[in-house]
């Protein structure tokens, strides 16, 4: 079985209730190789990333877990989520995720639009019902579309799942952990991505080498 990778969890630095020592801990665990802590920001907290980077330091040289500080941006108006992203990147955010517009939150129109136009995004979570034309940017764009572990923003991974097939784009299972019992194994990605309609030969793109594929691009690992 492949080790873990998730590029996408909260800590006590926005809404999570885990320290990313805790996060890291259990990960660890869990069978994880990296997780990225990228919690949730606007125009308002992106100095949150500083926080995440001198929290993570520590864990990424005596742990065996590359921990990959990040942010998430979240409900921020659209047409400012590429100067957001820059600015993130600039604070050392080295994930960079934009909060999709799932099926369960107001998130504001546009936003899915936004992420897919920004190159420095690295991944767009949950993004509900996104259309082909969307799916076919990221593509271009190297933006990785989320299968989302999360209830509630898993209600459209069918649909995010064929619409990144009928175009190729590239998929990742990612947990949004916020609590202690989000974290999830290799096996239990398998089944949430497979559940999702995923074809079993693609497993394995899906779960390891796309994610590592980010990773290596920033050499992360
Ligand atoms: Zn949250
Ligand atoms: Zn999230």
Not at 78 to 88: G, T, V
Not at 116 to 132: F, K, M, Q, R
Not at 147 to 158: F, V
């Amino acid at each position: 079985m492949g080790k873990r990778i998730d590029l996408h969890t909260h800590s006590i630095f926005s809404d999570g209730e885990l320290l990313p020592s805790e996060i890291a801990r259990r990960a660890c665990v869990l069978g994880h190789q990296a997780v990225a802590i990228t919690d949730h920001v606007d125009a308002t907290n992106l100095d949150c990333v500083g926080r995440v980077i001198n929290a993570v330091l520590d864990i990424r040289d005596n742990w065996d877990i590359e921990i990959i500080p990040g942010a998430e941006i979240t409900h921020a108006p659209a047409e400012i989520i590429p100067k957001l992203a820059h600015k993130a990147r600039e604070l050392g955010a080295e994930i960079v995720v934009v909060h999709g517009e799932t099926l369960v939150e107001p998130v504001i129109e546009g936003t899915n639009w936004s992420a897919v136009n920004c190159s420095e995004v690295d991944v767009l979570a949950h993004p509900g019902l996104i259309t082909h034309e969307e799916a076919r940017i990221a593509k271009e764009n190297n933006i990785i579309l989320e299968i989302s572990a999360r209830r509630g923003h898993s209600l459209s991974n069918g649909h995010v799942v064929q619409t990144a097939l009928d175009v190729g784009a590239d998929l990742v299972v990612n947990t949004d952990t916020h609590k202690p019992e989000d974290l999830i194994n290799y096996k239990m990605a398998e089944k949430i991505a497979l559940g999702a309609g995923l074809p079993e030969k693609e497993l394995k793109k899906v779960l390891r080498d796309n994610p590592i594929h980010i990773l290596e691009e920033k050499g992360i690992v």
